[in-house]
């Protein structure tokens, strides 16, 4: 089992590049974000105890979180090599990893910090629209009034979350509770830090970099 993760704030494009990362390298693309909305779509009981706190764009309880991840990896076997987007996202969360890292004999090889300013940050996420279907995202400034996705033909929608007042809050929960997690990972030796200013195609080429560097057999 091999771990990356991909840490930053709500709109730094954790999504889009794991995504992109995704369909060039052999990691699975393992968002908690992603996991909870079909939760909440399909109306299961760690839905319903999540869809408050994601409509508030504060945290959903860290054991709720453990329980759906410890689930996936035990499910994928020690073959798996996981990319996590949105996860973690607290202290605690991070140390269960290590500790599920831990009993699989598992690398975390890299977490990568996608860096952004609060600004960029409100103009991607105020614009953002995501396929129903396949998950790819979008800016509003790429599309034509009611046009489907690209990628599938699937209908565009708007995160329920993706709202201004939203994101501030996001915003400072990431900042209250998720960006500890820097200092964390930079005394392990294993934080690189990545410019997520830039366009996508950027920010991927330096991610790509780095996971090629030092991860063989890709
Ligand atoms: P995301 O798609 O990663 O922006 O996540 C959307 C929302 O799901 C967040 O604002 C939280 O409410 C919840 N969420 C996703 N991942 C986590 C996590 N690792 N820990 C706690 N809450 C999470």
């Given amino acids: 089992m091999k771990a990356i993760i991909l840490l930053g704030a709500p709109g730094a494009g954790k999504g889009t590049a794991a995504e992109d990362l995704r369909k060039q390298t052999d990691f699975q693309h393992v968002s908690t974000g992603d996991m909870l909305r079909e939760a909440v779509k399909s109306g299961s009981a760690v ?3 999540a869809k ?8 959903v309880p860290d054991e ?13 076997g020690p073959d798996a090599k996981y990319m996590f987007d949105g996860f973690p996202r607290t202290m605690k969360q991070a140390q269960m990893l290590d500790q599920v890292l831990d009993e699989h ?4 090889t890299h977490v990568l910090l996608l860096e ?5 940050v409100l103009d991607r996420i105020a614009g953002r629209r995501i396929c129903k279907s396949c998950g790819a995202v979008y800016h509003v400034s790429q599309l034509t009034p009611g046009q489907a996705c690209d990628q599938c033909g699937g209908e565009l929608y708007q995160r329920p979350d993706d709202n201004e007042e ?3 809050k996001r915003l400072q929960v990431f900042r209250d509770q ?16 990545v410019d997520a200013n830039r ?12 996971i090629r560097e030092s991860t063989a057999g890709l």
Avoid: F, N
């Avoid at 709720?64 to 994928?76: A, G, L, N, P, S």
């Avoid at 998720?178 to 830090?193: A, F, N, P």
């Fill in 116 to 120: 952004i300013t609060e600004d960029v």
């Fill in 52 to 59: 408050s706190y994601m409509e508030a764009g504060t945290l």
């Fill in 166 to 168: 939203t994101v501030r």
């Fill in 199 to 210: 366009t996508p195609e950027e920010v991927q080429a330096d991610l790509l970099g780095l």
């Fill in 178 to 193: 998720t960006s500890s997690l820097i200092d964390y990972y930079e005394q392990k030796g294993v934080l690189h830090r």
């Fill in 47 to 49: 839905g319903e105890r």
């Fill in 64 to 76: 709720v979180i453990v329980d759906i991840v410890k689930e996936r990896m035990d499910r994928d």
């Fill in 105 to 108: 004999g598992a690398d975390l």
